[in-house]
C-alpha cells in the first residue's frame, strides 16, 4: 500500500501521452524494457495515456518474430498500454504528405545529388578533415537545373544559424549551434520516408506530450524539432535517461549478458515484479526505499527523480532482489509456475503446500523448483556424493533406529515428529544434527533441503517410512 506522502507525490500534468517505440530488429533487451517502464509510469503517473508504436520501417530487418516477442516482453512485465499497438510502416503515406507540405511550404527541397557526387563530397571532407555532412548543394538551386526525370531526394532546409535550446527534463539545459545540423533526408529517392521524418509525424499525430527515450536520441532531438517547427507542431518535453551501464562501468552489451527480457524470465528464473522492481532502481530513486510494488511505483515515479549519470546493471543484485520477491509471492502462484518448469510432472496442491518452506531458500525460480524436485522423486533416490557419504554403515544404523521410532509414531506433525527424534537423540546421545544429517539423506537425495520434520510432513508418513527404510536395507 503506498503511502500518503507517496499518493500525493509531484504535481499532476493533465494530459500526458507517452509512447515507447521500439525497433522489432531484435529482442526487448534492458534498455527498451526500462524505457518501457519510466514511459509507462510517467503516463499512469499523471492519469495519462501510454501508448505502443512499432518501428517496422527496416523490411529488411524487421521480424514477425521479434515484434511478438517485444510485445510478449512487455505484457509479462506488466506494461498495458491504452490503444493497439502503431505500425509505422503502415503510415508510409502520411510521411510522404509532410514531407510534401514542408517542400511546397518552402522547409524542403529537392536534391538531385548522386551517390557518387555525394561519395566525393565526404571523401574532400575526409580529406580536409571537415566534419561528415551534406554541403547543401541543392539548398538555393532551381530544380530546373536537373535533367527531366532525374532521381531525387526530399532534404530537410535547416536552420543556419543560432542555436537550438532543449530544456530536458532529465539532462538540463542542452544547446546545439544549428550550424552543426545539415540539411538531412526526409524522402529517399524511392519514396521512402526516413527514420526521422517517420518519428516526428507519428509523435505528432499520437498526440505525444513527452518523449522519454534514451539519451542517444539526444542528438536527433535537435534535428527532429526543425520538422516540428516548421509544421508549426507543438514541442514535446524531452526526457533523455542515460544508458545503463555493465558493473565494470562500460555500456551495457552482450559481454555482460545484455539479452532480451524473455532470457532473464526463462534462464534467469526472474519473476516479473522483481524485473519491474530493478529496472525501477536503474536511475530512479526514491528516498532509500528498495522494493516497490506497481501500486507504490505508480504513486511515486516521476521523471524528475532520473539521474543524469548512466547506472549500472548487477546481476547479483537483481537475484537478490528476486529472492524477496519470491518469498513475497502468492504460494498458489508460484506453485503453479513450479509445476510449469517440471513439465507437469509436480502435484500443484503438494507443491503450494511446500512453497512456505522451499522459497525461503531460493533466490529464482529454477532453485525454487530444484529444490521441490525430492517431493516427487522416485525409489531408489538417486544420491549426490555428498549425500552418499552419510549413508555410509554408522548412517545406515543411526537410520534403523530413526526407522523403528518413526514406525511407532502415528502423529504425523511436525511437532510430534521433532519430539520423537529429539527423544531418540537423547537416548542415543547424538546431536539431532547426527540424526537428522542421514535423515536428509534418505528422505530426499540430497544434503540440503527444508527443515527434517518440514520434508517428513511434506512426504507423508508412507513415503517418507519408505525412503528411510529403503536406504536401512540398501548395501551402500
Known amino acids: 500500500m503506498a503511502s500518503e506522502s507517496a499518493q500525493n507525490s509531484g504535481t499532476r500534468i493533465d494530459g500526458v501521452v507517452t509512447r515507447f517505440a521500439p525497433s522489432p530488429t531484435g529482442y526487448l533487451h534492458l534498455g527498451g524494457a526500462r524505457t518501457a517502464l519510466f514511459n509507462w509510469l510517467f503516463a499512469r503517473h499523471h492519469g495519462g495515456k501510454a501508448l505502443l508504436r512499432i518501428e517496422d520501417t527496416d523490411a529488411k530487418r524487421s521480424t514477425q518474430d521479434a515484434i511478438e516477442k517485444i510485445i510478449e516482453g512487455l505484457d509479462w512485465l506488466g506494461l498495458d498500454y491504452d490503444d493497439e499497438p502503431v505500425f509505422q510502416s503502415q503510415r508510409a503515406a502520411r510521411h510522404r504528405e509532410v514531407a510534401l507540405a514542408l517542400l511546397e511550404s518552402g522547409n524542403a527541397y529537392k536534391c538531385f545529388a548522386t551517390q557518387e557526387e555525394l561519395e566525393d563530397m565526404r571523401a574532400a571532407q575526409r580529406e580536409a578533415k571537415q566534419p561528415m555532412r551534406y554541403d547543401g548543394r541543392w539548398r ?43 540539411d538531412y533526408i526526409l524522402l529517399r529517392a524511392d519514396g521512402t520516408p526516413t527514420y526521422m521524418l517517420a518519428a516526428v509525424v507519428d509523435d505528432h499525430d499520437m498526440g505525444c506530450t513527452h518523449i ?11 534535428r527532429q524539432l526543425p520538422i516540428i517547427h516548421a509544421m508549426g507542431w507543438d514541442e514535446p518535453v524531452y526526457a533523455h535517461v542515460p544508458l545503463i551501464h555493465g558493473a565494470d562501468g562500460a555500456k551495457l552489451s552482450k559481454r555482460h549478458g545484455a539479452v532480451g527480457v524473455e532470457a532473464y524470465r526463462d534462464e534467469l528464473g526472474v519473476l516479473p515484479e522483481a524485473l519491474f522492481n530493478y529496472l525501477l532502481r536503474l536511475g530512479w530513486g526514491h528516498e532509500d526505499q528498495e522494493e516497490f510494488t506497481k501500486e507504490e511505483a505508480i504513486a511515486l515515479f516521476d521523471i524528475d527523480a532520473v539521474g543524469k549519470g548512466p547506472s549500472r546493471f548487477d546481476t547479483k543484485k537483481l537475484l537478490n532482489l528476486n529472492g524477496h520477491h519470491i518469498r513475497e509471492a502468492d504460494n498458489a502462484r508460484l506453485a503453479k509456475l513450479v509445476a510449469a518448469e517440471m513439465d507437469g510432472t509436480g502435484d500443484v496442491a503438494l507443491l503450494e503446500q511446500a512453497m512456505e518452506v522451499l522459497k525461503p531458500r531460493a533466490k529464482d525460480m529454477h532453485e525454487l523448483a530444484e529444490g521441490a524436485r525430492f517431493l516427487f522423486a522416485k525409489r531408489p533416490l538417486e544420491m549426490t556424493e555428498k549425500a552418499s557419504k552419510l549413508l555410509d554403515e554408522e548412517g545406515r544404523a543411526r537410520l534403523s533406529q530413526i526407522s523403528k521410532a518413526l514406525h511407532a509414531e502415528n502423529n504425523w506433525t511436525i511437532d510430534a515428529l521433532e519430539a520423537t527424534t529429539k527423544a531418540l537423540a537423547e537416548r542415543l546421545e547424538l546431536g539431532l544434527g547426527k540424526l537428522a544429517q542421514p535423515m536428509r539423506a534418505a528422505l530426499t537425495g540430497t544434503t540440503t533441503s527444508p527443515g527434517i520434520f518440514d520434508v517428513l510432513v511434506l512426504l507423508g508418513r508412507e513415503e517418507s517410512l519408505a525412503r528411510i527404510d529403503a536406504q536401512v536395507t540398501s548395501n551402500g
Open 140 to 182: 538555393d538551386r532551381d530544380p530546373g537545373e536537373a535533367a527531366p526525370e532525374t532521381p531525387f531526394t526530399i532534404r530537410l532546409k535547416t536552420p543556419t544559424e543560432g542555436d537550438t535550446v532543449i530544456q530536458d527534463a532529465v539532462q538540463g539545459e542542452v544547446r546545439v549551434a544549428n550550424a552543426e545540423i545539415d
Open 212 to 222: 522519454i527515450r534514451g539519451d542517444d536520441h539526444l542528438n536527433n532531438a535537435f
